[in-house]
C-alpha cells in the first residue's frame, strides 16, 4: 500500500530540491536527485506489475485524504472527492509504461541536456511532468485524473517552451496549450454531466453502473461520451485537434520522446479505455471513434509522406499510429489499442531519442534532405533507428508487428468497425511503411550531402538507454499482459465471415511498401544530389506536394475559421465595450468628487456664501 | 403719529441684512468684514425694534439691548484678532487665512 501511495510522488520530491535549488547543484548531483526518483517510481511500478501478475490480487487501492465535497443540486446528496490512487492491470501497464518509459529518456535527456545553461529547470519540468502522468493514470475518480490531465497539459506548455527566447517556440507552446484546452474545456464539460447524471465521479462506480442497469437515456449517454472524445481528441492529437502536434517539436528532443510520443498523448487512449464501460453504452460514438482514428492516420500518414523534417516525420507517424489505437478502441479491441499504447511507446521513444542523438551528431540539423550516408558515419545509431523503423513498419517479429497485426486482426468482426475499417487500416499501414523507407533513405543511406563533422557524443547514459529502449522494442512483443479482468469484450450479434487471406494480406503490407519504396525511391536510396535537391524544390512548388505538405491545410483552415474572427473580435473591442459601460460609474463618481473638492477652495468668503445658499434654498423649501 | 407698516420695517430691515451680508461676501479685508457683520446685526435690530413698536410690546427694544451687547463683545473679539492677524500676517486680506485647506 505505501508503495502504492508513495510511487507517484518521488518525482515531485526531485522537482523540488531541483527549483529550490536550481544553480547551486552540480549538474552530476541534479542528474542523480532527477534520475533516481523516477528509477524508485519505475521499481516500484514493476514491484506492483509483479504482484499483479503473479499473486492472486487483482486490484489494489489506497486512500490519501479526502480533497473536497460535492453536492448534488437536485438531491442535496454529498459526494466525497477524495486523493486515491486505484490499481488495476490497465493502470499498472500504464504506470510501468510512463515510469520506466519515463526513466529512459530522463537518463537520455540528463547527457543530452548536459551543456544547457538551464538544465535544472529542464529536468524538474520533466519530473512534474511524470508526478503529473502518473497522478493521471492512477487516479480512482475523474476528478484526480482531471488534476493530472491539467498538469501534463501544463507540463506539455512549459516544455515546448522551454527555449522560450525564440518567438516560434513560444508560439508552439501556446498552439499546444490552447488546441488541448479546447478539448479539456470538453472533457470538464462531459465530468460535470456526468456527476449530475450519475452523481458520482469514481470510476468504479460509474463502471460497476455501466456494467448492470444503466440508468441514462441514450441521448445523454450519447452526449457524455462525445464530450469524454473531445478531451481524449485534443490531448491524443486526434482529427479535429490534431494541429497541435506537429508544432509541439519546437521542445527540445528528449521532451518530444516523453510527452508527444510515449506518454502523454496516449492519456486520451487511456480515458477511452478506462471508461470502455460507458463507452460500451453507445455504439455510434464508438463508430465515430474508429472514424476518428482511421481518418487521423490516414491524414497524418500522406503528410508525413512528404515532410522534410526528420521529427516533423515522426511528431506525423505518432499521430498515425495513436490513429490505430483509437481505431482498435472505436472496434472494441480494448487490449490490443492498450498493447500498441505501451509498443508504441517502446519504439517511439526509442525512434525520437535516437533523432535526438542525430541531431545532435549533425550540429542541430534536421533536415533529411541535408542528411544523408548516415549509416556509415554514425552505425550505432543507424542500428537503433533500423530497429525503430522495423517495429513502426511492422515487420514480423518486432514488438510492433504484435501489436498492429492484433488491432488489425480485430476490426473485420467488430460490430462496430468492419472490412472498410481494416481496409483502410491495411492503406495506412501501408503508407507507413512507405514513409519510413523514405526517412530512412533519405537520411541514411547514399552519402552525405552537407560536408559537416560529427559531433561526439560522449554519453554513456545515451548509449545505455537507447539500447534498453532497443531491446524493449525488438521483444516488447512477447510480454503477455493479461487485460481480459478489466476489459469487457464486445458482444457480437453476427459473426462475419473472415476471408481466408485476411491475415496473410496483413503480414505482407508492410514488404509490399518496402518493395514499392525500393523501387520510386531509388534516387533516394542511391543518392542522387541532383534529384533530391529537385524533389526537396518541389515540395514547396509542386501544389499537391504544398498541400500536404501543410498537413491537408488544416492549419490554414482553422486559421481562416476560427483565428481571424476571433483577432478581428478583439481587435474590435480593443477600447473595451463592456469595461466602458462599467467605467461611466467610475466616471459619474469621480465628477462628484471634483466638484466636491472644489467646494473645499480654503476661501472662507466662498465657505459664507455656500452657507447662505443652503440656508436659503432650505428656507424656500420649508416655506413652499 | 402715523404708524409704519410692519412690511416696510422688515423690507428696510432686509435691505441692510442684504447689504451687510453682500459686504462680508465680497471685501477682502477682514476689518470691512467685520463692519459688515455690524450692519447685520443692526438690521436684526431694526426689525425687532419695528416689531416690538408695531405690537406695542418692550421685548422687541430688550433683544436690541441684548444684541448690542453681543455685537460689542464680538467686534471686541473680532478686533482682538485682526491685531494678531495683523501681526502674524501682515497682512488684513481674509484670503490668507487658508492653512485649513491643506497643501
Known amino acids: ?624 | 403719529m402715523t404708524a409704519i407698516p410692519l412690511e416696510h420695517i422688515l423690507i428696510l430691515a432686509s435691505i441692510l441684512f442684504l447689504i451687510g451680508f453682500v459686504g462680508v461676501i465680497v471685501r477682502k479685508n477682514a476689518l470691512f468684514i467685520l463692519m459688515s457683520l455690524e450692519v447685520m446685526l443692526n438690521a436684526t435690530g431694526v426689525a425687532f425694534i419695528g416689531a416690538g413698536s408695531v405690537w406695542q410690546q418692550a421685548d422687541g427694544q430688550v433683544m436690541f439691548m441684548l444684541i448690542l451687547t453681543l455685537a460689542a463683545a464680538e467686534v471686541a473679539v473680532g478686533l482682538a484678532l485682526l491685531i494678531r492677524m495683523k501681526h502674524q500676517y501682515r497682512s488684513l486680506d481674509i484670503d490668507v487665512l487658508s492653512d485649513l485647506k491643506g497643501q
Request: charged content about 10%.
Open chain 1, 1 to 624: 500500500m505505501m508503495i502504492l501511495a508513495w510511487l507517484p510522488f518521488y518525482p515531485l520530491i526531485s522537482f523540488a530540491l531541483l527549483i529550490a535549488f536550481q544553480r547551486q547543484l552540480s549538474w552530476k548531483l541534479a542528474s542523480v536527485i532527477s534520475v533516481t526518483t523516477v528509477l524508485l517510481s519505475a521499481l516500484s511500478s514493476g514491484y506492483l506489475m509483479w504482484q499483479l501478475s503473479f499473486n492472486d490480487v487483482t486490484t489494489l487501492s489506497v486512500n490519501l485524504w479526502q480533497w473536497f465535497t460535492l453536492t448534488s443540486f437536485d438531491t442535496g446528496d454529498t459526494h466525497q472527492v477524495n486523493i486515491a490512487f486505484y490499481l488495476d492491470r490497465l493502470s499498472a501497464v500504464m504506470v510501468c509504461v510512463v515510469s520506466g518509459v519515463g526513466f529512459l529518456i530522463h537518463c537520455f535527456a540528463a547527457a543530452y541536456m548536459k551543456e544547457d545553461p538551464h538544465f535544472h529547470r529542464f529536468m524538474a519540468y520533466m519530473n512534474l511532468f511524470l508526478v503529473a502522468m502518473l497522478l493521471l493514470v492512477l487516479a480512482d475518480n475523474l476528478v484526480l485524473l482531471y488534476l493530472g490531465w491539467e498538469g501534463v497539459g501544463l507540463c506539455s506548455f512549459l516544455l515546448i517552451g522551454f527555449w522560450y527566447k525564440v518567438p516560434e517556440n513560444a508560439a508552439a507552446a501556446r498552439k499546444a496549450f490552447i488546441i488541448t484546452r479546447i478539448g479539456d474545456t470538453a472533457l470538464v464539460i462531459g465530468l460535470l454531466f456526468l456527476f449530475t447524471s450519475l452523481n458520482s465521479l469514481e470510476i468504479n462506480t460509474l463502471n460497476t453502473l455501466a456494467q448492470g442497469e444503466w440508468p441514462l437515456t441514450e441521448q445523454r449517454t450519447f452526449w457524455i461520451t462525445i464530450l469524454l472524445l473531445g478531451g481524449a481528441v485534443g490531448k491524443s492529437a486526434q482529427l479535429p485537434l490534431q494541429t497541435w502536434l506537429p508544432d509541439a517539436m519546437a521542445g527540445p528532443t528528449p521532451v518530444s520522446a516523453l510527452i508527444h510520443a510515449a506518454t502523454m498523448v496516449t492519456a486520451g487512449v487511456y480515458l477511452i479505455a478506462r471508461m470502455h464501460h460507458v463507452f460500451i453504452q453507445s455504439p455510434e460514438v464508438m463508430t465515430l471513434i474508429a472514424w476518428i482514428g482511421v481518418l487521423t492516420l490516414l491524414i497524418a500518414g500522406i503528410t508525413a509522406l512528404v515532410q522534410s523534417d526528420i521529427k516533423r516525420i515522426l511528431a506525423y507517424s505518432t499521430m498515425s499510429q495513436i490513429g490505430y489505437m483509437m481505431l482498435a478502441l472505436g472496434a472494441g479491441a480494448w487490449s490490443a489499442s492498450v498493447f500498441h499504447l505501451m509498443i508504441h511507446a517502446f519504439f517511439k521513444a526509442l525512434l525520437f531519442l535516437t533523432a535526438g542523438a542525430v541531431i545532435y551528431a549533425l550540429h542541430h540539423q534536421q533536415n533529411i534532405f541535408k542528411m544523408g550516408g548516415l549509416l556509415k558515419r554514425l552505425p550505432v545509431e543507424s542500428a537503433f533507428f533500423i530497429v525503430g523503423l522495423a517495429c513502426l513498419v511492422a515487420l514480423p517479429g518486432t514488438s510492433g508487428f504484435f501489436s498492429k497485426e492484433a488491432i488489425i486482426g480485430h476490426l473485420w468482426q467488430s460490430p462496430t468497425a468492419g472490412p472498410i475499417f481494416w481496409w483502410l487500416a491495411i492503406i495506412g499501414a501501408l503508407i507507413t511503411s512507405i514513409y519510413s523507407c523514405r526517412l530512412f533513405f533519405l537520411a541514411f543511406m547514399g552519402s552525405a550531402r552537407e560536408n559537416i563533422s560529427i559531433v561526439k557524443s560522449d554519453g554513456v547514459l545515451i548509449k545505455a538507454s537507447l539500447s534498453l529502449l532497443v531491446i524493449l522494442s525488438l521483444f516488447g512483443g512477447w510480454l503477455n499482459i493479461d487485460l481480459t479482468t478489466v476489459f469487457q469484450p464486445l458482444t457480437t450479434q453476427v459473426m462475419k465471415q473472415e476471408p481466408s487471406w485476411l491475415h496473410s494480406v496483413a503480414v505482407a503490407t508492410p514488404f509490399i511498401g518496402i518493395a514499392f519504396s525500393w523501387w520510386i525511391f531509388r534516387e533516394y536510396r542511391l543518392g542522387n544530389s541532383t534529384k533530391i535537391a529537385q524533389s526537396y524544390q518541389s515540395i514547396q512548388t509542386n501544389r499537391v506536394k504544398r498541400w500536404c505538405y501543410s498537413g491537408l491545410g488544416f492549419d490554414s483552415l482553422y486559421t481562416h475559421l476560427v483565428v481571424t474572427p476571433f483577432m478581428f473580435i478583439a481587435k474590435v473591442n480593443r477600447k473595451d465595450l463592456i469595461d466602458q459601460l462599467v467605467m461611466l460609474c467610475a466616471w459619474y463618481a469621480k465628477l462628484l468628487r471634483d466638484v466636491a473638492a472644489s467646494l473645499q477652495n480654503g476661501l472662507l468668503r466662498w465657505y459664507a456664501a455656500a452657507f447662505a445658499c443652503g440656508l436659503m434654498l432650505w428656507l424656500g423649501a420649508w416655506l413652499v
